[in-house]
DNA sequence: CGCCGACTTGAATTCCTTCAAGTACGGTGG
DNA sequence: CCACCGTACTTGAAGGAATTCAAGTCGGCG
């Protein structure tokens, strides 16, 4: 296929915001005729350092990279996992000062974006301004969702609501079904995203491959049963604001 | 005072976003003008439900709320704490489905503003616009200090982190110097609000106080050592974005 | 005065962590 | 081709932080 061989380019970031608002002509040509930055990253490089004031703005092209946080005696907090399409710090053109790390965890491609390039997009553009605005106002949603899920469900639950919105988060990008998973990222990464410790993760997944819930060797994850796997993890896709996938309903 | 017996006005609300931008005196006039009603609350006042659609959008004049969500077996987690002048759900401008409950945690006044004004105010007036932005952005970076919060400190630096966050908000918005604080919410809110259990806030509060960092007598705090509570808490306030506050530095 | 909600305290239990060793696997170099 | 190595994953046992259950006290309000 020829996309194996073409450089990428930002048509999965417009896809996304054409699920955010309804684009017409004139934005999609607005958008396809921004100047970016091509960078190829491999796993584990630090697109944004906490503290670091940032003047570009990436977007996420190919592979998978998250946000975290650490504590003073080192403890890592991982905030969101993001895939193809995201903006990973939208929120930089109007705070620069950054307030959390991004970080690549699999090898992939990022577009910067000069910040002085998208605030003339979004002044002249209101529909993308209206896209720009629900992404991050989604992405607060996702938030809340998460300290939820942090502070009020057990480690079973909070495990499987993480991959459930995982799931529905990949098949809404149209990344794959949502039951053949291959998790990008590591027990370390899910332990430091729910809260919990290694050790535990692996237990946990474990007792719910035990359960027939999910069906996994390594990072394959195959969802066995969909329902089982909702009903632990109390998951509801109404906080993530998307279109309601065949999938997932 | 006069204050105490005329109506409440947006004029908090107008302070806070002289905080988040630079407003001019054609911003300030055209928020004077706003078009809103006026609503005062008893404590426990559901502002706006999970699942409901609003169509029009409220700020806390006076008293405090905070937004909460519930998991399927009744188990509440409080996401947020607002205090005068604050937007609880401008989100709902963009997004008209709630996602989470906001609701009145003391007595209070609320100004209610539809959404069709606001969202001409926000396209008229670009300064205010960003004011919004800004809002909503540190808003997120507050949610994601917060995941960090009950993911990943135990229970004493947990408890006194967000004590340490309520008192610097407090002073940012004026409402009266950081160490002598009436607490609004009971420990019942302390607990959903920091993933713990009632019993356990109980029993950590009086550990603060045994080891001097705090001393209260009820819902009367003061804090007994600025630089101890806030070593106990890891708490840095560059995540709030504002202006650092003498007494917070 | 009595009642109710908020706060407090103790004891037993549990879920999760910590510590300490493993094993499996993919890559690298001899 | 195989020995070596590092990283990720796995497992067991012991310990601890926080929960649960149960029974108080305190203080404000009708």
Redesign the interface.
């Known amino acids: 296929m020829l996309s194996e061989i073409a450089p990428p380019d930002l048509t999965v970031a417009i896809r996304k915001l054409e699920r955010l608002a309804a684009l017409t002509d004139v934005d999609r040509d607005a958008l396809r005729r921004l100047p970016y930055r091509l960078e190829q990253c491999e796993a584990g490089r630090m697109l944004i350092q906490e503290?670091q004031t940032a003047s570009d703005c990436c977007i996420l092209l190919t592979g998978y990279a998250c946000?975290h946080?650490v504590?003073?005696?080192g403890?890592?907090?991982i905030?969101?996992f993001h895939m193809q399409g995201d903006f990973l710090d939208l929120?930089h053109v109007?705070?620069p000062?950054a307030?959390?790390n991004v970080q690549m965890i699999t090898q992939g491609d990022v577009a910067w974006i000069r910040h002085g390039d998208l605030h003339s997009l979004m002044?002249d553009f209101?529909i993308i301004a209206?896209a720009c605005?629900?992404d991050?106002?989604?992405?607060?949603?996702v938030?809340?969702?998460?300290?939820?899920n942090?502070?009020?469900?057990d480690a079973r639950a909070r495990l499987a609501h993480l991959l459930c919105e995982f799931a529905a988060r990949r098949a809404a990008a149209g990344i794959g079904p949502p039951d053949a998973i291959e998790l990008p990222m590591s027990q370390d990464d899910l332990a430091d995203a729910?809260?919990m410790t290694v050790v535990h993760v692996n237990r946990t997944l474990r007792a719910l491959s035990a359960e027939g819930a999910i069906v996994h060797r390594g990072r394959q994850l195959r969802v066995g049963d969909w329902d089982r796997l909702k009903r632990i993890a109390?998951f509801d896709p109404?906080?993530l604001?998307q279109a309601v996938s065949s999938h997932m309903s």
Chains 1, 2 share one sequence.
Do not use: N
Not at 143 to 148: D, G, H, K, M, P
């Open positions: 503290g946000r946080k504590t003073q005696d403890k890592r907090q905030v969101a929120q109007k705070l000062r307030d959390h002044r209101p209206d605005w629900r991050v106002l989604i992405e607060a949603s938030f809340r969702e998460w300290v939820l942090i502070g009020r469900r729910t809260g109390d109404a906080y604001h």
